[in-house]
T-cell receptor, first 115, second 111 residues
Framework: KAGVTQTPRYLIKTRGQQVTLSCSPISGHRSVSWYQQTPGQGLQFLFEYFSETQRNKGNFPGRFSGRQFSNSRSEMNVSTLELGDSALYLC??????????????FGPGTRLTVT | GEDVEQSLFLSVREGDSSVINCTYTDSSSTYLYWYKQEPGAGLQLLTYIFSNMDMKQDQRLTVLLNKKDKHLSLRIADTQTGDSAIYFCAEKSTGRRALTFGSGTRLQVQP
């Protein structure tokens, strides 16, 4: 099976702009979660989508949003970019079957740099 | 809230065993995970353990869980230079699907 794919891999944006990141989960996985990784804050949970609905949300401002499509692909959007949004954004997919252990499989990430 | 702590750095010689430790605070943790991150890459799931287990072995990896002390460890036998990476401990608690991660332990393997 192909792994989790994320596009683009690298992105440079200017303060005030907005950005959209894309994630395709492992085939058959219906849950997609997003995490932000920075040197200072480590790995922090952004949100999780399952069946096109946001199920969980982390402690991030409303500038961070996402959505999931019927094929389980997900996008996250950050509006009005700030310098502090520079980070590695990781997407993870999970099978979420009744017998699963809720393990999450991560993609390679999108490195966002805000200048 | 939930908290997961790890030591920052571990250095071992090639061929030795490595033991990476993790403590967590959430008593409702159901699953605990170990991930590996190499430079410029995402997180690779290495192994996980259900909270009602004490030990899990998977080839060179052994996970030990002391639920009473909320202590998790990952032992890597016959450590190789390719094992050099950052290792993250993570936990999932009841009712939440988000994982809470530790800050990561950088493992340096010296030839």
């Amino acid at each position: 099976k192909a792994g989790v794919t994320q596009t683009p891999r690298y992105l440079i944006k200017t303060r005030g702009q907005q950005v959209t990141l894309s994630c395709s989960p492992i085939s058959g996985h219906r849950s997609v979660s997003w995490y932000q990784q920075t040197p200072g804050q480590g790995l922090q949970f952004l949100f999780e989508y399952f069946s096109e609905t946001q199920r969980n949300k982390g402690n991030f401002p409303g500038r961070f949003s996402g959505r999931q499509f019927s094929n389980s692909r997900s996008e996250m959007n950050v509006s009005t970019l700030e310098l502090g949004d520079s980070a590695l954004y990781l997407c993870a997919s999970s099978p979420l079957s009744a017998s699963s252990s809720y393990e999450q499989y991560f993609g390679p990430g999108t490195r966002l740099t805000v200048t | 809230g939930e908290d997961v702590e790890q030591s920052l750095f571990l250095s071992v010689r090639e061929g030795d065993s490595s033991v990476i430790n993790c403590t967590y605070t959430d008593s409702s943790s159901t699953y605990l995970y170990w991930y590996k991150q190499e430079p410029g890459a995402g997180l690779q799931l290495l192994t996980y353990i259900f909270s009602n287990m004490d030990m899990k072995q998977d080839q060179r990896l052994t996970v030990l869980l002391n639920k009473k002390d909320k202590h998790l460890s990952l032992r890597i036998a016959d450590t190789q230079t390719g094992d050099s990476a950052i290792y993250f401990c993570a936990e999932k608690s009841t009712g939440r699907r988000a994982l809470t991660f530790g800050s990561g332990t950088r493992l340096q393997v010296q030839p």
